[in-house]
């Protein structure tokens, strides 16, 4: 059974900083990928990283280039997504999806078969 235990949300000021973690389990971690979506208040879900965790190649949204960083740690079953210089329009509730890679596209939440909880990050001005 696939499971995704998003962690590491909370409150900071803008120009902070967070990491959020994913902890993954049940699924062959060469054949997946992992992607963070997150949903601010009033927004759609929207697609930011993702990566392949056979090969580390990864994807950023315009939004988080530059800012965000993800990465993963194959041996802990882990990904992680640094987020820096964070910006109020950050402020969302973030969730972790795993799919295989054939099936996963970094946009569409639809092509995920696997999601973690969510976590809140809330960021103030």
């Known amino acids: 059974e696939v499971q995704l235990q998003a962690s590491g949300g909370g409150l900071v000021q803008a120009g902070g900083s967070l990491r959020l973690s994913c902890a993954a389990s049940?699924?062959?971690?060469?054949?997946?990928?992992i992607g963070w979506f997150r949903q601010g208040p009033g927004k759609e879900r929207e697609g930011i990283s993702l990566i392949v965790l056979g090969d580390s190649a990864t994807w950023y949204a315009d939004s988080v280039k530059g800012r965000f960083t993800i990465s993963s740690d194959n041996a802990k079953n882990t990904v992680y997504l640094q987020m820096n210089g964070l910006k109020p329009e950050d402020t969302a509730v973030y969730y972790c999806t795993a799919d295989k890679v054939q099936n996963a596209n970094a946009v569409v939440a639809e092509s995920w078969g696997y999601w973690g909880q969510g976590t809140q990050v809330t960021v103030s001005s």
């Open positions: 049940g699924f062959t971690f060469d054949d997946y990928a």
